[in-house]
C-alpha cells in the first residue's frame, strides 16, 4: 500500500473554465472508473451534461448528476436503442422531465450508419422516435440534443417541422452550409474530438467559420479520444483539447473560446 508523502504540496487550484456539453459519465462509471476520479481529473471542466440513450440506464444518468453538483443531465432514447424500449418509455421519459438536473431531451436523433439501422422499418421507427422528443421538448420547455449520423437530409427536414424547439447538434458532422443551415433553424453546432483527426478538413473549416455565439464544445466520452489519444477511452478533462483544437483553428485565447462556449451552453440549458 503507497500513502502519499505529507511533503507533497497540495494540487494546484484549477479555474473552472471549460462546459463539456456532451459526457457519457454512467458509461465511464459503468465501466469501472470511480466517479470521484472523473470528477477530479475533469478539475478544468466546470459544467457537464451527461445525456441519457435508453430507459435501463436513465437510472444511472440521473444518480451521477444528483452527486455531483456541476453534472447535469439529460433524457431520451438514443436513435440506435428505438428498437429495444419498453412499451412505457414515453412515461419515463415524462417523469424525467421533473427532475430538477434533467436540462434538455437529449440524446434523440437519427443514425444510419449500421446495416442494421439502414432496415427501412428501423429508419422509420428513429423518425417517429424523433418526432416523439421533439413534442416532449416542446411540452417540457426544453433544448433537445441531437445526434445525427449519416442523417443530415432527414434531421434537417424533421427539425425545420418542429419550429419553436431549439438545441445542439452534437458530435456535429457536417459541413459548414449544413450548420448555418442548423443554425438558422435555432440549433447551436458542438464539436467533439473527431475535429481534431488529421483528416477532417471539412468539420475544422465548419469548426472555424460558424458564428462564436453559436459554438459549443464536447467530449462524446468515452468514444471519439481527441488527438493526440485517438483510439483509447475517452473523458471529460479532454473537452480542453477540443477547445484548444478550436481556438487555434480560429486564431483566438483559448480562455476567451473556453469563456465563450460556457455562456453559449448555459443560455441553452439555462443553468
Ligand atoms: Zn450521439
Ligand atoms: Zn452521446
Known amino acids: 500500500m503507497t500513502t502519499t508523502p505529507l511533503t507533497t504540496p497540495p494540487a494546484e487550484p484549477v479555474t473552472p473554465l471549460f462546459f463539456d456539453t456532451h459526457c457519457h459519465v454512467d458509461y465511464i462509471v459503468r465501466n469501472g472508473r470511480p466517479l470521484n476520479d472523473v470528477v477530479a481529473d475533469a478539475a478544468a471542466v466546470g459544467w457537464m451534461v451527461n445525456p441519457g440513450t435508453c430507459i435501463a440506464q436513465l437510472p444511472d444518468v440521473l444518480a451521477v448528476a444528483e452527486q455531483v453538483p456541476h453534472i447535469y443531465a439529460a433524457a431520451a432514447i438514443h436513435p440506435t436503442d428505438v428498437a429495444d424500449q419498453p412499451a412505457d418509455w414515453q412515461a419515463h421519459l415524462h417523469a424525467a422531465m ?15 450508419y449500421r446495416p442494421e439501422q439502414q432496415a427501412p422499418g428501423n429508419q422509420a421507427l428513429q423518425r417517429d422516435c424523433l418526432e416523439t422528443h421533439l413534442d416532449l421538448a416542446r411540452q417540457y420547455n426544453k433544448p433537445v440534443i441531437i445526434h445525427d449520423r449519416e442523417a443530415h437530409a432527414d434531421v434537417q427536414a424533421i427539425l425545420r417541422n418542429h419550429p419553436g424547439v431549439v438545441g445542439v447538434m452534437h458530435c456535429f458532422s457536417g459541413d459548414l452550409a ?15 474530438g473527431n475535429v481534431t483527426f488529421k483528416n477532417a478538413t471539412t468539420l475544422q473549416h465548419a469548426a472555424q467559420q460558424v458564428p462564436l455565439e453559436r459554438l459549443l464544445i464536447e467530449t462524446d466520452a468515452p468514444f471519439l479520444s481527441p488527438m493526440p489519444h485517438r483510439g483509447t477511452p475517452n473523458s471529460p478533462d479532454r473537452v480542453a483539447l477540443v477547445g484548444q483544437f478550436i481556438a487555434g483553428l480560429r486564431s483566438m ?19
Open 98 to 112: 421533473a427532475h430538477p438536473k434533467v436540462v434538455a431531451v437529449g440524446e434523440t436523433g437519427l443514425d444510419y
Open 178 to 192: 449544413f450548420a448555418m443551415a442548423m443554425i438558422e433553424l435555432g440549433y447551436y453546432i458542438s464539436f467533439a
Open 253 to 271: 485565447p483559448v480562455d476567451e473560446l473556453a469563456t465563450v462556449t460556457t455562456q453559449n451552453a448555459k443560455r441553452l440549458f439555462k443553468i
